[in-house]
Every structure is written in structure tokens, then in C-alpha cells.
């Protein structure tokens, strides 16, 4: 296939002769053809294998983005193994015969990332290997923070842009928004689907970039962002759930407690009514028959919805502790400084030598999930260097609160993503409404 210039057009009609074998690629474009995608339009040159042995495609907004490979001459693509289960991709991928990643298997993310290293260092004896750097889908109204698995070679790199310039997207497939079958239902719908790849120049990392991943991938996406015209956010997905980074910490970007607090509030309950008794310091485990009475909810959608905010053990029961923090962090009569104590006081343990209780690595990272939504290795990384100034390996309520409330940038955090309407000016860079709307603007070299 030749390669892209101003102006060409794509194809989605791909021939094979009466004696070629079945080719599943080319049942997956007849697919792309009967749901409106009939010319992919390029623009810019598409650089060989030795310019640039690895391509990177951003935004990433669709199950239709694969389209990308036709104008890139099939480069093998790096891609999540749960993919292999989803119609038309999993077929595409086999095909493609692409490199697959566990996200749950550090040994397999170790193994492709010298897969790709030994491709892209090999001289154009490899084809080129395509990333979607975002590592899923958005909504295209800006670029999510990109993954350092395509940079970690420190060799040049291709950017290459996906538009779909219809007045009316139907493309989308973000974590909010239609389904897999809703969105083929709209785009077959529309009488014609069009799709723009364009080729940006070749990027030459720097000698810094090449030995920081973190550093070459937030450079290039910020190329990309500008060119694309859309900002370049920090904003990235930790499993199903996009978080940003604020400062040494990952924050959900909206507060789930706020779903939580609808649920509760669609039923009539007042969550500072709600009599906990929470025992500090001391788990009791309660499952949903248990957790209906205690909260004297009786719709059982009411009470399933409630119920499934909270994080489950093996055995399906949560943790009463938890409810009780999240009752009281709801509760707007509940003060701030009110709210971190009765954190501390329900989740420090008791130690046998030094203070009577500190808040070690495991209650902190729960607070901070329930609470904020943070993940909890990135709680467990902010503990552990929170806990080197002191000879403790947990905080005290002093050192908690100092972290929660006093310090320069979580403090802020804690009142603006919690108490949005405490603050007088919501949109400022930090508070939830600005979180919401990705306008938060963290250090620009920060890594995950």
C-alpha cells in the first residue's frame, strides 16, 4: 500500500481473488462498509518503518479507530487481552496478530514491554507497532494522560491524528454514554461516516525524553493536543474509573459519593440522621439484608444501588466502618476538621509501643478510596512518604489532619472536591468543578 499524501483517499473495498483464503480483516471492512465508512481521507506522509518504528493514534474515541490500520499498512498493534472477547475487534486482533497485554499480570506487561523494545530497536526488520497511547476511549474534548509503554523504547515516533468530522457523533464510545450496539445502531444509520487520518511529522525524542518515557510521552501528546486543537489533560483511567493526578495523589475525576449521596437522598434518607454506631478502630462486616436495617431502607433497587458503592470482601459484606465515613462526609453539617477526626478515629489501630493509635498504610488508603476515589497503590505510595519524616510507620491525627487540611495542595483538594460549595470560587484550578471539566493543570513533567 502507498503510502499517504495531502488529499488521498482510502478504499474500503478490499479484493481477493477466487483463490486467496479467507481473510477475517477483510470481513471486518465489509463491516466498516456496511455502516457508512466508505473512504478513509489522509493527509500527511506516513513515515517507513525505520523513520519511525512506532505509530501512536490519539484521541482514541472509538471500537472504530482500528480503521487507522488500513492507511497505516497493517502495523501490529499493542492492545489489552480482554479485547479479544469483543465482536469485530477480537477478530481484528487475531488477524493483526497483535501483541496482547494483561492489565493484571505484571510479569506480562514486563514481557511486552521488551517485545516492543526488541521491534523498535531492530532496524526495520520488524513492521511498525501501533499504540493508542490514551489506552481507551474518551469523548474527543481532550486527551487523556498518555501511557509510557509506546515512548519506553526511546526511539522516534509517528503521531498520527483520528477525526470523525460529522456534524453528528455517533462514533463515541466513552465511559459514560451509549453502548457497544446503541453506537452501531446510530452510525449505521447515518447515511455516510467519515473518518480523517492525518500523518504528523516524524517525532525525534530529545536525549531526556529518551530516557524518561513519562517525559517523551507527555511531550508528544501536548503536540498532539495542539495540533488537534484540544487540551492535553492529566486525566487517566485506573481500571473502569478516570482519575487525575493532583499533586503526589490520584483523584477520581468526580466524587462518587455524590452518586452515592442521590441514591440515598431519591429515597427520603438524610444521611446526618442516620445513627452509624461505628465501632473506631474495629471492622464489622455487614451484608445487604443488614446494611437495609441499619440505614431503614426497604426498596430493594434503593437498596442494591446504595449498597454497591462500597467495596465487598470475598464473602460479599462490606465494612460498617465504611458506610459511617461516608454518611458522615455527606452529611454538610458535618464539619471538615469534624470529618478527618472521626476518619482517624474509625480506621487508626491501636500500637503496642510508641503513640496509643496511628493511621497506617492500609486505613489511609481506604479513607482516601472512599473519600476521594484515589487507587489504592497511589494512597499506599503517599503513606509510605508521608510516614518518612517520623519514626512511625503510621500517622498520627496531628500528622492526618496537617496532610488533609493544612497542606498546600491536598488541604485545598480535600475542601474543594468535598465541599464544592464552601469555596467561593468553584472553577479555580483544584476544586471539583474544574476536576469535572478537566481544566486542572498539573505540573507538566509529573509521573504516574
Not at 444509520?189 to 524518561?212: A, G, M, N, W
Request: charged share 20%; aromatic share 8%.
Amino acid at each position: 500500500m502507498s503510502q499517504g499524501s495531502p488529499g488521498d483517499c482510502v478504499p474500503l473495498e478490499p479484493t481477493s481473488g477466487p483463490s486467496t483464503p479467507p481473510n477475517p480483516f477483510v470481513h471486518e471492512l465489509h463491516l466498516f462498509f456496511l455502516l457508512g465508512f466508505l473512504r478513509i481521507r489522509v493527509r500527511g506522509q506516513r513515515a517507513s518503518r525505520l523513520q519511525a518504528p512506532v505509530l501512536v493514534a490519539a484521541p482514541h474515541s472509538t471500537f472504530f479507530d482500528p480503521i487507522v490500520l488500513l492507511p497505516c499498512d497493517l502495523p501490529k498493534v499493542v492492545s489489552r487481552a480482554e479485547n479479544l472477547s469483543v465482536p469485530v475487534i477480537g477478530a481484528l486482533l487475531r488477524f493483526n496478530q497483535a501483541i496482547l497485554v494483561s492489565r493484571h499480570d505484571p510479569a506480562s506487561r514486563r514481557r511486552v514491554v521488551e517485545e516492543v523494545r526488541r521491534r523498535a530497536t531492530s532496524g526495520g526488520k520488524w513492521p511498525q507497532v501501533l499504540f493508542f497511547p490514551e489506552g481507551t476511549c474518551s469523548n474527543k474534548k481532550a486527551l487523556l494522560k498518555f501511557k509510557p509503554g509506546a515512548f519506553i523504547a526511546g526511539v522516534p515516533v509517528q503521531p498520527i491524528l483520528i477525526r470523525y468530522p460529522n456534524s453528528l457523533d455517533t462514533t463515541s464510545w466513552a465511559w459514560r454514554g451509549p453502548g457497544v450496539l446503541k453506537v452501531l445502531w446510530l452510525t449505521a444509520s447515518q447515511p455516510c461516516s467519515i473518518v480523517d487520518v492525518e500523518f504528523l511529522p516524524v517525532y525525534h525524542p530529545s536525549p531526556e525524553e529518551s530516557r524518561d518515557p513519562t517525559l517523551y510521552a507527555n511531550n508528544v501528546q501536548r503536540v498532539m493536543a495542539q495540533a488537534l486543537g484540544i487540551p492535553a489533560t492529566e486525566c487517566e483511567f485506573v481500571g473502569s474509573l478516570p482519575v487525575i493526578v493532583v499533586g503526589r495523589l490520584k483523584v477520581a475525576f468526580e466524587p462518587q459519593l455524590w452518586e452515592l449521596g442521590k441514591v440515598l437522598r431519591k429515597a427520603g434518607l438524610s444521611p446526618g440522621y442516620v445513627d452509624t454506631g461505628a465501632e473506631p478502630g474495629r471492622s464489622r462486616m455487614i451484608n445487604q439484608d443488614e446494611f437495609a436495617r441499619q440505614l431503614q431502607l426497604s426498596d430493594p433497587q434503593t437498596v442494591a444501588g446504595a449498597f454497591s458503592y462500597f467495596q465487598k470482601d470475598a464473602n460479599g459484606l462490606v465494612d460498617f466502618r465504611d458506610v459511617a465515613l461516608a454518611l458522615a462526609a455527606l452529611d454538610r453539617g458535618t464539619g471538615l476538621e469534624e470529618l478527618t477526626r472521626l476518619a482517624f478515629e474509625l480506621f487508626a489501630e491501636e500500637q503496642a509501643e510508641g503513640p496509643s493509635r496511628l493511621l497506617c498504610s492500609d486505613g489511609f488508603s481506604t479513607i482516601l478510596h472512599l473519600l476521594l476515589g484515589s487507587p489504592r497503590p497511589a494512597a499506599e505510595t503517599l503513606h509510605a512518604e508521608l510516614c518518612q519524616a517520623g519514626p512511625h510507620q503510621g500517622l498520627s491525627l496531628c500528622q492526618f489532619q496537617d496532610f488533609s487540611l493544612r497542606d498546600p495542595l491536598h488541604g485545598k483538594l480535600f475542601s474543594t472536591y468535598l465541599r464544592p460549595s464552601q469555596t467561593p470560587n468553584a472553577s479555580s484550578p483544584g476544586s471539583c468543578t474544574a476536576l469535572a471539566n478537566g481544566t486542572v493543570h498539573s505540573p507538566k513533567q509529573k509521573g504516574d
